[in-house]
């Protein structure tokens, strides 16, 4: 059965940073497009970043770019999200997510239970 086991969560001071693994079974990860979603506390669930199955193609939110990079190492069956420049928005329970097909943004169809991310001094 596909799992999805997010690591790499914690506390980090403002202008830290992060970097988040998630580790996948039960598929043939080097097929599928991975991406990493965020939902803080009374907001909707945000698509963070997208990455298609040979790292040629990616996605960042406006929110994130220049500060985030989605990475996959299908060797290991595990896409990263290293996070840089944190700031108190970026707090969010981050979730990786599988797609439906080999690229990104082709929707996706199942997420991990999440790691949990607090940016605060």
């Known amino acids: 059965q596909v799992q999805l086991v997010e690591s790499g969560g914690g506390l980090v001071h403002p202008g830290g940073s992060l970097r988040l693994s998630c580790e996948a079974s039960?598929?043939?990860?080097?097929?599928?497009?991975m991406g990493w979603y965020r939902q803080a506390p009374g907001k909707e669930r945000e698509l963070v970043a997208g990455?298609?199955?040979?790292?040629?193609?990616?996605y960042y939110a406006d929110s994130v770019k220049g500060r985030f990079i989605i990475s996959r190492d299908n060797s290991k069956n595990t896409v990263y999200l290293q996070m840089n420049s944190l700031n108190a928005e970026d707090t969010a329970v981050y979730s990786c997510a599988k797609g439906s097909t080999s690229d990104w943004n082709r929707g996706f169809v199942f997420w991990g239970q999440g790691t949990q991310v607090t940016v605060s001094s």
């Open positions: 039960g598929f043939i990860f080097r097929n599928i497009g």
């Open positions: 990455i298609e199955s040979t790292s040629r193609r990616k």
